[in-house]
């Protein structure tokens, strides 16, 4: 896709954290089965009901956003952080190492997200996508609220 407009740049992000949330979709109950915390677990189903609710308002927001279709693409960065979660499920024998890399390499995705609706929140109140910005803005809540979720489970390991 070639980006010319900060709207080429606004949809390409888009796709892209559409491909990522569909990717996490994948990878959150993969962490949650190699998780032994009650706590983390918990919190991995919590996300993973999130982030089905969160593809549902990006797809709301293009239904609501003349103009804006996501693109077929993948997202390699979260491909390459699911790989990295899968890496520490392998390698670390189930227990608490294993949940603190598991907490770690949710935390690199959220701060991911956390980055990538930010700057799509931005980007939509720039061009005028009033409800796409206020859809962005609840996303980008939901993913700082997990964050600190997992901040406060990994400080009572």
Same mark, same amino acid.
């Given at each position: 896709m070639t980006i010319k407009t900060l709207e080429d740049l606004f949809i390409h992000d888009l796709s892209d954290i559409y491909s990522a949330e569909k990717q996490i979709t994948r990878a959150l109950p993969k962490m949650a089965r190699a998780a032994t915390d009650e706590k983390l677990i918990a919190a991995f189903q919590q996300h993973l009901e999130e982030t089905q609710g969160q593809i549902e308002?990006?797809?709301?927001?293009v239904e609501s956003t003349e103009g804006v279709k996501i693109k077929r693409m993948k997202c390699h960065a979260l491909e390459g952080l699911a790989e990295e979660a899968q890496e520490i +499920?392998?390698?670390? @024998?189930?227990?608490?190492?294993?949940?603190?890399?598991? +907490?770690?390499?949710?935390?690199?995705? @959220?701060?991911?997200? +956390?980055?990538?609706?930010?700057?799509?929140?931005?980007?939509?109140?720039?061009?005028?996508?009033?409800e796409a910005a206020? &859809? &962005?803005?609840?996303?980008?809540? @939901?993913?700082?609220?997990?964050?600190?979720? &997992?901040?406060? +489970?990994a400080e009572q390991q």
């Open positions: 308002r990006i797809d709301q927001l +499920i392998d390698s670390v @024998e189930a227990g608490s190492v294993r949940d603190a890399g598991l +907490i770690g390499a949710a935390q690199k995705v @959220e701060h991911y997200e +956390i980055a990538t609706y930010g700057t799509l929140q931005a980007l939509a109140t720039k061009l005028g996508y009033k206020r &859809l &962005l803005a609840e996303t980008l809540q @939901e993913e700082k609220a997990t964050d600190e979720k &997992l901040t406060i +489970i």
